[in-house]
């Protein structure tokens, strides 16, 4: 018997659909549990030891001009803080753009404005608030806070603006006498920010690190406005033989007055200047060697600190110490870190109680080092570092045991065989 | 600066016992143990529910089916696998992809011939992924524990078979079993900043060896019986160097009888038994001894695009090596197939589909699994 072979063709069309399909594996089986796959993860074991071996508080060491934000703030006399932002080069000269290259000296300005990017979040805005506007230029240098300060006088003043509290949005843009430039052509102009009101007033304005390009002095040397801007970032020429710290010293924040530091007997972190907390652990060997890490938690015991904004959120975050035993200066140890991805605590610095941080991440990377290497440490430092006056206290080591900082590590003793 | 020593020697008390977990998350029902056992048959051997595997050359169970091989012959199978698992109101499909038959053999003089072949033993591939809710650290979460396992037991055989004559053929092997699993172990919350998720991959390496023997007896042209038989020496399973557990390889005994008294057609009936509990030291999950019997026809078929085509049908009925929730598993399946020649019948190409259909004895257990399964063999004579 001969069979037409057309006859089979959807048959075999079948098969070889059915052989192609095949070439890809799918063996992901999850009716059959629980019944048929018992007893898959083991069981999780949670312990909470007094793993930390040494606490200390310490200077954040900010750079000058580092901060990502320019706090402006006069609060009482608790908080002075105000803006630098340097301008070294005011052009003396003008060039037409295209092909005409004749130098025109600059002899007009008109329609000066500084612009500026705010940051709102945690200001303190009274109704209206009052920039003042002075030509600080010295020869001071920039670290040199007093005699800078000293330069915020009545005839130094370059304007004032006064900006309704809805009016603080986003972008400000502060008129500038055209004088001010004039007087400063061909040389620096060095532009001190200083804000008040009715109460106490922050307000945070953002650096150059913080954003791209978020000032800008802009004017036109001519009345006619088909004549082109001249637009102007912030820009630091000194000093000379330090280009990046130049660069930082472009804007910075001048703390006049910043807060009280918390008592010794405390962990302290944040306030003005900024001040953060080394913490060294001790973590058992079979920890790091022999179980998988689950959740490690951070257990710290807050006290109050009532002497600015104890309502505000201050958030913590902890940082990896990569400082190696070389470094027996916590204090720089302290500067030597790198960006955990972990949890952050947020807490009011008026709180009280335990408060918990998770950093399971950070254990995981300890058991990839070495600690005769580089000792298990975490700082921790608060998110606004630098840029905002809230701080938040914590009891130290050496606090009774139900207040100190201790670990409560949840982990796996699981090891698989392969074995059925 | 402050400074203390922290008082870590109390933590002396807190002996690790290191928990080694065994890995049971099979999912499946056919599944379990060290996983599941192909049958190592030909695709020709399956489409007859097994009736003529004592007789095939093909399949790696009787040596002394070689003997009569006149040529040199290679033999590959592919044999991919959907399985449907239905439990408790929920089902799962699945797709495994299997080359579980490699042999070659090449004759000696006209009496004599020597094989080499390597034979899936036991199948593991399986994947679970479970979610159910855990306390850790004072908080419960939900956590997702995921297994995939992967890989075999593989038997690897040299075979001698001789043929003192036409009505009496005998064989002799030696075996090797190798493989590997590979478990990848992960446990997952959905909380990434809070939780870490636990990783863990281990290698299971196989070591073990057999022999087997067996006869083939045709006592007249319409009648012909087959006996074969493994004895099983010792299995390890091994891990990097060290020796975890040792058993040993199962024994087996089969016995096949066929009938070609009908011209163009053979009908073949097949039992044996498998000794699987000889593995249990390496295993927690049970493994029992089970009892295999299967019938098959053989016929000519129509000729198809101008070639003879041979057509099978054939119906098994085994039961699973390892326990299921405590149950055994019977195996009940039905087989037809088709092969044909090619290249001036040089190439042999066969297809099998088997519909398998597996539940466990213990009712309480609702579990059934339903499979189909293709195979594809291509049989060549350089």
Excluded at chain 1, 205 to 215: D, W
Excluded at chain 1, 224 to 250: E, M
Aim: proline fraction near 6%; include cysteine.
């Amino acid at each position: 018997m001969e069979l037409n072979f057309a006859r089979l063709r959807p048959a075999v069309f079948l098969i070889f659909a059915a052989f192609a399909a095949a070439c890809t594996e799918k063996l992901d089986n999850n009716a059959g549990c629980p019944i048929l796959c018992p007893d898959q993860g083991g069981t999780i074991s949670t312990i909470t030891i007094d793993a930390v071996t040494l606490d200390s508080t310490v200077s954040a060491l900010e750079g000058l001009g580092t901060e990502t934000s320019l706090l402006v703030a006069t609060r009482g006399d608790t908080i002075d803080a105000r803006a630098i932002v340097r301008f070294d080069s005011i052009p003396a000269k003008y060039r037409k753009p295209g092909a005409d290259t004749t130098d025109i000296d600059v002899t007009t300005v008109d329609s000066a404005f500084l612009r500026m990017r705010v940051d709102t979040v945690g200001a303190k805005l009274p109704s209206n608030l009052t920039l003042d506007l002075y030509d600080v230029n010295s020869t001071a240098p920039d670290s040199a806070v007093a005699a800078i300060a000293a330069l915020f006088t009545a005839d130094r003043l370059i304007t004032s603006v006064t900006l309704a509290k809805s009016a603080l949005k986003d972008t400000i843009n502060i008129p500038i006498p055209p004088a001010a430039i004039l007087a400063r052509k061909g040389g620096p102009m060095r532009i001190g920010i200083r804000a008040r009101g009715p109460e106490s007033v922050q307000v945070r304005l953002l650096s150059e690190e913080g954003a791209g390009a978020p000032t800008i002095l802009s004017y036109r040397v001519s009345p006619d406005t088909t004549i082109a801007k001249v637009v102007l970032g912030p820009y630091s020429k000194t000093p000379s033989d330090q280009p990046i710290l130049a660069s930082s010293l472009a804007d910075y924040t001048l703390l006049v007055k910043g807060t009280a530091t918390g008592p010794a007997s405390q962990l302290n972190i944040g306030g003005l200047p900024a001040r953060r907390v080394y913490m060294r652990f001790e973590i058992p060997a079979f920890i790091i060697d022999s179980v998988d890490v689950v959740r490690a938690t951070l257990l710290l015991t807050q006290q109050p600190n009532l002497t600015i904004d104890p309502t505000d959120t201050v958030s913590i975050i902890p940082h990896v110490s990569l400082a190696g035993v070389a470094v027996t200066d916590v204090a720089k140890a302290a500067q030597i870190t790198a960006v955990a991805n972990t949890d952050t605590l947020h807490v009011t610095p008026g709180g009280s109680g335990v408060k918990t941080l998770e950093i399971a991440n950070i254990i995981n990377v300890w058991r990839s080092q070495s600690s005769a290497d580089t000792p298990r440490a975490i700082v921790l430092l608060s998110t606004l570092e630098g840029t905002s006056p809230l701080e938040a206290r914590f009891y130290p080591v050496e606090a009774a045991p139900d207040q100190r900082p201790r670990l409560r590590i949840s982990y796996s003793a699981r090891k698989s065989t392969g074995l059925p | 600066m402050r400074h203390r020593t922290a008082a870590l020697s109390s933590l002396a008390v807190l002996a690790i016992a290191v928990s080694f977990s065994n890995a049971n998350a099979q999912g499946a029902l056919s599944t379990q143990g060290f996983g599941y056992p192909p049958g190592q048959m030909s695709t020709r051997a399956l489409a007859t529910g097994g009736g003529i595997v004592e007789f095939d050359a093909d399949s790696p169970l009787n040596p002394a089916a070689i003997a009569l091989s006149s040529d040199p012959r290679m033999f590959l199978q592919y044999e991919p696998e959907f399985r449907r698992l239905t439990n408790a109101g929920s089902t799962s499909n699945t797709t495994t992809a299997r080359f579980p038959l490699f042999s070659a053999s090449v004759p000696i003089g006209s009496h004599a011939s020597v094989g080499i072949s390597s034979a899936t033993l036991l199948d593991r591939s399986s994947a679970t992924s479970v979610t159910r809710e855990m306390e850790v650290g004072g908080t419960v979460s939900t956590v997702t524990e995921s297994t995939r396992l992967l890989g075999a037991i593989n038997d690897l055989r040299l075979a001698f078979g001789w043929a003192p004559s036409m009505k009496f053929q005998l064989g002799l092997g030696i075996h090797a079993y190798t493989g590997q699993n590979r478990v990848f172990f992960s446990q997952s919350f959905p909380d990434s900043l809070r939780f870490s998720t636990i990783s863990q991959l281990s290698t299971l390496g196989f070591r073990g060896y057999a022999g087997s023997a067996g006869i083939m007896v045709r006592p007249s042209r319409n009648f012909g019986f087959a006996l074969s038989g493994r004895k099983g020496s010792t299995l390890q399973a091994r891990s990097a160097d060290s020796a975890l557990a040792e058993a040993n390889v199962p024994d087996r005994v089969g016995f096949g009888a066929a009938y070609e008294g009908i011209p163009g057609s053979s009908i073949s009936v097949h039992v044996s038994r498998d000794m699987w509990s000889r593995m249990n030291d390496l295993t927690s999950t049970e493994a029992v001894d089970t009892w295999e019997g299967g019938l098959g026809i053989e016929s000519l078929g129509p000729r198809l695009i101008q070639r003879q085509t041979i057509l099978r049908v054939g119906a098994r009925y085994r039961t699973l090596p390892f326990l299921a929730a405590g149950s055994e598993v019977d195996e009940l399946s039905f087989a037809g197939g088709i092969g044909t020649q090619f290249f001036r019948n040089r190439a042999t190409f066969d297809v099998t589909l088997e519909r398998a259909g597996r539940k466990p004895k213990d009712s309480e257990v609702g579990a059934r699994e339903r499979a189909y399964i293709l195979s594809f063999g291509l049989r060549v004579r350089p």
